[in-house]
């Protein structure tokens, strides 16, 4: 395995702003520009077009740097023009041709976020001097149920997000909201859910949460964990703790060039296609999350070997996973996260004196099978 290279200088946080086409996106981002007045923003848009990108597309507008990516998503075809892009602003900020203090990427509505996250995984230039901050996904209440039932590409958004911000809920009743809130915990109960109007949130709840830091907070939602599991919501035990460590972004296997265009459905007798819930069961999403619980350790090997193959056999249907691990005959933490086939892995903070050992981990994916999951890190306990 594998590390990045890390600057000696503070890495510029980066948000990558995502939703379905209408969802209000850029209200959100025109919100973000207007209360960071006077602070430097460098945006990538990306939207549709034939044209194929320019390296002179970097104009002024509005104080800020915006750069637009004309040819299409961000996806496997375009990840080397992100790179690109990235180290263009890197180079001029370098040089003092430019000065911006974060990068927010507002992807087109059809894109899913996997690829823009990988970018952060697996380039060292980008890693060393870029951090990714968080996914933040914008839902419409409005049309949020239909347009999950009829776009993949909206289930992978909301499976990608640390947090989900529901717009338009003024034209909703309140039981279409806890209805479509109640799906979008099912398919990602690590991200929280804020309903906003015009992009009005507390911007210290989406810039600078460190979603995709290792150190942070592992946090589920224990309304997750009641439904999933009405035993566990008793013993749920937010993990408040900050971790002492390093993001390293280690390379578990290949990346598919093509994973993220998958078809949502699966003909797999194997894959488990019900969620088990009494509410909105007719909603069958392909996207889903559940959770492993342990309060005994882990064998190291056995559990390096079961991880490396499941992320060989269904990287490009894991969307984010992640965990805080209790490792047999470690005394600190073990941390854990990935995007699709790219695992991270880092030591944690030491194991208090009088705390309670065990391990959370949370996988949110496309049509996963969860007993070969749980039956799995089961077998890999210490004995």
């Known amino acids: 395995m594998s590390s990045a290279k890390k600057s000696t200088t503070a890495q510029i ?7 379905f086409l209408g969802a209000g996106k850029t209200t959100l981002l025109n919100r973000i520009l207007t209360e960071f007045h006077g602070r430097r923003v ?18 002024q507008h509005n104080d800020e740097e915006i750069v637009e990516m004309n040819n299409g998503c961000i996806c496997c075809t375009v990840r080397g023009d992100l790179v690109r892009i990235l180290l263009e602003l890197k180079a001029k900020r370098y040089a003092g041709k430019l000065n911006f203090e974060r990068v927010i990427i507002e992807t087109t509505g059809m894109a899913n976020p996997g690829p823009v996250c990988q970018t952060f995984f697996m380039d060292d230039d980008v890693s060393s001097y870029f951090k990714l901050d968080a996914v933040i996904t914008v839902v419409d209440a409005k049309h949020g149920m239909t347009t999950l039932d009829e776009q993949p590409e909206a289930l992978s958004q909301v499976g990608f997000a640390d ?3 529901v717009s338009k809920i003024d034209l909703v009743k309140d039981a279409e909201y806890q209805a479509l809130r109640s799906r979008l915990l099912r398919i990602n109960p690590r991200a929280t859910i804020t309903p906003v109007n015009f992009g009005e949130v507390d911007l210290k709840e989406i810039i600078d949460i460190n979603g995709f830091n290792l150190n942070a907070i592992l946090d589920i939602d224990p309304e997750f964990l009641a439904e999933t599991h009405p035993d566990a919501a008793e013993s749920h035990d937010h993990d408040h703790g900050h971790e002492h460590g ?28 019900g969620h088990g819930h009494a509410h909105h069961h007719h909603h069958d ?28 056999v269904y990287g490009t249907d894991l969307l984010r996973y992640k965990g805080i691990l209790y490792m047999d005959g470690v005394n600190r933490r073990m941390l854990f996260q990935g995007v699709h086939m790219l695992m991270g892995a880092d030591v944690g903070r030491a194991w208090g004196p009088n705390e309670k050992r065990s391990s959370k981990m949370v996988f949110i994916g496309r049509n996963l099978p969860k007993d070969v999951f749980m039956h799995g890190l089961e077998q890999c306990l210490a004995a």
């Open 13 to 19: 946080p980066v948000t990558i702003l995502t939703g």
């Open 42 to 59: 460098a945006v990538i848009e990306n939207e549709f077009g034939p044209e194929g990108i320019d390296n002179d597309l970097l104009i």
């Open 163 to 165: 947090r989900v911000l």
């Open 246 to 273: 390093h993001d390293h972004g280690h390379d578990h296997g290949h990346d598919h060039a093509h994973d993220d265009h998958d078809a949502a459905t699966c003909t797999d007798p194997t894959h488990d296609h």
């Open 285 to 312: 999403d392909a996207i889903g999350a559940f959770v492993f619980k342990s309060d005994k350790p882990f064998d190291s090997m056995r559990l390096e070997e079961f991880l490396g193959g499941i992320v060989q």
